[in-house]
């Protein structure tokens, strides 16, 4: 098993000790380093070599996306996550033109934070994690769902489990709860069946209704 790389940067000790605590214990992930202001992420990146870094520094001046910015153009195979309390899409939308592989908010639940990791490192992370809503940008999805909700939507539609959904999203069970009962109350439906049964009506689970379509076809 390849081991990930990690390197924290944060410019509050506190923050940094306890996402240090949450993913040393990942079997698969090494913290490699941690880097307390913007000066010293790139000499840290170059000392680590890490393959990925969870970094915040968004303070008043926005420094950390200056600091996003150098380190991605020094270091382009480097897979680089901002999170933050900061929550307004503009500077949202700025991290990831700046080339952030996901932006996630500190209202995230830690034993989530792995998830984060493995999912930007496989290329399948959501862009912005956590968020209540999607960015205006984005287009809208079917029924109001979140990028997150309607992956767990397809997910409950082929037949996964609340336990098979938290391993294939790399999130946890109780995360995967709050988000059913979101998707429940967006499409007026009270359980998993009805869900199932409204996403193949309205095609929000493309895989479910090719299945069915090939079966139906004798495929």
Not at 55 to 79: K, Q, S, Y
Not at 82 to 102: F, H, M, N, T
Request: net charge negative; charged share 25%; aromatic share 4%.
């Amino acid at each position: 098993m390849k081991r990930i790389r990690v390197l924290l940067a944060d410019d509050q000790p506190i923050f940094l000790e306890g996402v240090r605590k949450v993913l040393e214990d990942i079997e698969d992930i090494d913290i490699v380093g941690a880097a307390d202001s913007e000066a010293k992420v790139l000499p840290a990146i170059a000392n680590t070599q890490p393959d990925f870094i969870l970094m915040d520094f968004l303070g008043p001046n926005l420094e950390g996306l200056i600091c996003l910015e150098r380190a991605r153009a020094r270091h382009p195979d480097v897979r680089i996550a901002l999170i933050s309390a900061v929550r307004e899409p503009s500077v949202i939308e700025s991290a990831l033109r700046r080339g952030a592989c996901a932006f996630v908010l500190k209202t995230i639940d830690p034993n989530d934070l792995a998830g984060v990791v493995h999912q930007v490192m496989k290329g399948t992370v959501f862009r912005a994690v956590d968020l209540p809503e999607p960015l205006p940008s984005e287009t809208p999805r079917p029924a109001g769902l979140t990028e997150r909700e309607g992956a767990i939507l397809q997910a409950l539609a082929r037949g996964l489990s609340n336990d098979a959904i938290a391993k294939e999203l790399w999130i946890t069970k109780q995360t995967v709860k709050f988000h059913l009962r979101n998707v429940y109350r967006k499409l007026g439906v009270s359980n998993r069946t009805e869900a199932a049964r409204y996403a193949y009506q309205h095609s929000l689970a493309p895989e479910l209704e090719e299945e069915l379509l090939g079966l139906a076809s004798g495929r």
